[in-house]
């Protein structure tokens, strides 16, 4: 098979592969954005009101899914609760979405998100 016969599918996943999970969050969020832009193009030129109406939901659920990978994948640089800056990273306690907390705060919450109650851990 020749480069040029290569399926979109396989080049989407040759762009994930090797990545970290936050740099696929954040390529797949992007992905989302183009996603939306299309559905929402489509929808314009949509004559069935019905149709349109389903595609702008479409937009609207791609639009979320690239909001949630955006917020998963955007380090804060301060503490949400003291705001103390937290510009070396590795200072950050965060949890899956991103809620990030200086140590001190961090254990006073007993490593538990007040947001979302998820876990906090240091940050990588
Ligand atoms: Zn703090
Ligand atoms: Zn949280």
Known sequence: MSNHDTAPEQVMASLFAGLSRPEQMALLGRLE???????????????????????????????????LLRLMTTAKESCEKCRKPLPARSDAHVCSFQCTFCPDCASAVNQTCPNCGGVLAPAA
């Open 33 to 67: 954005s183009t996603g939306a832009r299309l559905y929402r193009a489509w929808a314009a030129q949509e004559q069935n009101l019905k149709a349109r109406e389903a595609l702008l939901k479409a937009a609207s659920r791609e639009e979320e899914n690239g909001d």
